[in-house]
DNA sequence: CAATATTTTTAGCACATGCTAACTTGACAT
DNA sequence: ATGTCAAGTTAGCATGTGCTAAAAATATTG
C-alpha cells in the first residue's frame, strides 16, 4: 500500500545515519562496561594499593560472582592480570585505557557542572554518557569545562 | 596489608555513589533498545504509514530475525502490537514513551548542534547520550539549546 | 495464473551480563 | 594449631541481544 506517498517532512528519517549511529552505539556498549571496570581498578589500587573482587563487587553494585566472570573476560582482552584468590591487576594496555578513561570521565562531569548541575546528578549522568562522546563532542565539551572553570 | 593507610585524596572513590550511578546506568541500559525502537516506528509510521520488520531491521542494521526476537519482546511489554506477516504499530503506551523520547532526542540533539558541533557528530553522539540524561540534565540542555536557538 | 522474488518467521546457536547456591581457600583470633 | 569467618570460585541458570540457515507466507511480474 504504501508507494512514496506523503513526503512528510516532518521528522526526516535519514535512513543511512540512523543505521550507522546504531551501530556505532551498540559498538560503544560493547565497550563499556570494561572502561568501567579498568577505571574502577585503577582508582582502587590508588587508593588502597590493590583491587580485590569484592571491592569491585561492591563499587558496581553486582555479586563477586559476576564480577570473577567480567574479570575472566577483561583477562581474555588483555586488560587485567589475575591468579586465583589473589587480586587484580591491570596490564600496560588496560592501564593505558583506564587513563584516557578517567580523563574523559573528569571531562564530562566537570563539563556538566559548568551547566550547573548538582554534583550528584553531573556524576550519575556521567556514567553513562561518557561512553558516548566523541573526541569532537569531548573537545567541545573539556573546552567549556575549562572556560567556566577559570571563575 | 591494606588497613586504610594512605586517604590518597586524589580521587575520592565515593563508593556509596559509584555503586548507585552504576546500578542507576544499567537501567537505563535496559530500556535503551525499547526507546529507539518505538522512536523508530513512530518515525516510520510517521513517514509511510506503517513500520514493517525489514524497515527496522535496515534503520537498526541488524537481521530481520533480529527484529523480530525484539518486537515479540516490546510486545510482551505492552509497548507495540504485532501480528504474524504484519506490520507493527504501537500501543497507546508505547505512543506515550515514543513521544518522550523523540522530544528528548530532540533536545540532546540541539544542544550539542548549540556546542558547535557538526550535524554528523551531533546525531551520531546523541543516539547514546540520550538515554542517560536525567531530567534536571535534559532541563540544562533544553534552556542552552533554546538560547542559542535564538540567534 | 504461475513463476519468481521478497519478506517474515522459526529454530538453533553464541556471547555478555546478571543471579543463586554450594564449595574451596585463606586469614585471623583464640 | 585449630576453628571460624570472610573472600573467592565454580556450576548452573536466566535474559537480552545478536547471528545464520531454512521454511513459510506474501507480493510482484510476466
Ligand atoms: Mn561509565
Ligand atoms: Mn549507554
Ligand atoms: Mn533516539
Ligand atoms: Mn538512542
Redesign the pocket.
Known sequence: MP?NESPSQAIRLNEEHVAEN?TRT?EE??????EDYVEAIADLIDEHREA??????RL??????????????LQ??GLVT??????IFLTNSGRELAEQCKARHETVYRFLLSLGLSHKIASRDTEGIEHHCSPETLRAFKKLADEAGSS
Chains 1, 2 share one sequence.
Not at 558496581?60 to 575472566?72: D, E, H, K, S, W
Open positions: 508507494k546504531m551498540r556498549h560493547a565497550t563499556e562496561l570494561a580485590r573482587v569484592t571491592d569491585l563487587a558496581f553494585a553486582v555479586t563477586p560472582a559476576t564480577v570473577n566472570n567480567t574479570i575472566a573476560r581474555k582482552a589475575s591468579e586465583k584468590y589473589r587480586s
